[in-house]
């Protein structure tokens, strides 16, 4: 079993920044590739970025990329989602994900690929 626990939602301006934080517990964090995705009232939940366990592979979403960076501290148990130049329609639930793989390089935008979910946490970004 995996715990995750997000950080470091809340409100924002347009134009701004936050960093999300995820921290895990329970398996062997480096042997997991991680996500983050997000779910906006009335809509479906919707992938941004994931990064493989060795953190060499990254992948992210067209509407995400050059603003939203992932990274992963192995040594923390910690997948970071760097948020910059955030948008009003970048309000939303974000959610951490969690997956096991075989393969160092691995990473899926695939949430039905993600076995472990934390329980998310709002940001807000005011116009």
């Known amino acids: 079993q995996v715990q995750l626990v997000e950080s470091g939602g809340g409100l924002v301006q347009a134009g701004g920044s936050l960093r999300l934080s995820c921290a895990a517990s329970?398996?062997?964090?480096?042997?997991?590739?991680m996500g983050w995705f997000r779910q906006a009232p009335g809509k479906e939940r919707e992938f941004m970025a994931a990064i493989s366990w060795s953190g060499g592979s990254t992948y992210y979403a067209d509407s995400v990329k050059g603003r939203f960076t992932i990274s992963r501290d192995n040594a923390k148990n910690t997948v970071y989602l760097q948020m910059n130049s955030l948008k009003p329609e970048d309000t939303a639930v974000y959610y951490c994900?969690?997956?096991?793989?075989?393969?160092?390089?691995?990473?899926?935008?695939?949430?039905?690929?993600?076995?472990?979910w934390g329980q998310g946490t709002q940001v807000t970004v005011s116009s």
């Open positions: 329970g398996r062997t964090f480096s042997s997991l590739f």
């Open positions: 994900a969690a997956g096991v793989s075989h393969s160092t390089g691995y990473v899926t935008p695939n949430e039905y690929e993600y076995n472990y």
